[in-house]
């Protein structure tokens, strides 16, 4: 079976502070898709990045940066330097090959303040 | 830029109505989803639809609901008969080709009284 934990609900930092955020998947499948998005309080669902399972660059878009290990199951999210307007629920994502539905993590609630 | 449509942006029922959430994906994409989210909780996978049948559906989507791309740019999702717990934001998604990025909509609020 599938699965994604992001083991932090909630997370408060001040502006300027780096943040990272965990996420850890399950799945037995070698061909598979990584995805954070990230939901505002507006309540839509932005896209932010998406690997697959075969490419363990690291990846950096400005303040945003991604850190996958397979060997850890893990693909974490930084943002440095953080932002008011970075406050959101973020979520990681999960697909595999044989599949296209996403698989969600619970997400992270994200508070940074001024 | 294209982008995924959702109308109503809110919709309040009440118990036991029929509502239709409508969706318009981008023009070129062959893949179509819904997924859901319950206030507070993570997105749910409901069902995807690929030339013009259902591929996968979740438990969630039981009899009460149905899909439907009826004219070649719509994609609706039906609920027959409304539940308290059917209360959620429904997201839209399309996608291109397989293993692309799925392509979100804004979501609707269902509110079931």
């Known amino acids: 079976a599938q699965k994604v934990t992001q083991a932090q609900t909630e997370i408060s930092v001040v502006e300027k502070e780096d943040v990272t955020l965990d996420c850890v998947y399950e799945?037995?499948?070698?061909?598979?898709?990584l995805f954070w998005y990230k939901q505002p309080p507006s309540g839509e669902l932005v896209f932010l990045i998406r690997r697959n399972s075969f490419d363990e660059q690291n990846e950096i878009s400005g303040r945003y940066s991604w850190n996958f290990q397979k060997s850890t199951s893990s693909f974490n999210f930084t943002i440095t330097a953080s932002q008011v307007v970075d406050s959101a629920v973020y979520f990681c994502a999960l697909i595999v090959n044989r599949d296209d539905k996403i698989i969600f993590g619970k997400g992270t609630r994200l508070h940074i303040l001024p | 830029e294209p982008e995924v449509t959702q109308t109503p942006s809110h919709q309040v029922t009440q118990m036991g109505q029929e509502v239709i959430l409508r969706c318009v994906p981008i023009s070129n994409h062959l893949y179509f989803y819904w997924y859901r989210q319950i206030l507070g909780q993570k997105v749910e996978f409901l069902v995807s639809?690929?030339?013009?049948?259902?591929?996968?559906k979740s438990e969630i989507f039981d009899d009460q609901f149905s899909v439907e791309r009826p004219d070649g740019s719509n994609f609706t999702l039906k609920i027959r008969s409304t539940k308290l717990e059917d209360s959620a934001m429904y997201f839209c998604a399309s996608m291109p080709a397989v293993y692309h990025e799925q392509f979100f909509g804004p979501g609707t609020r269902l509110t079931v009284l």
């Open positions: 639809f690929y030339n013009n049948e259902i591929s996968e």
């Open positions: 799945t037995r499948d070698t061909t598979y898709y």
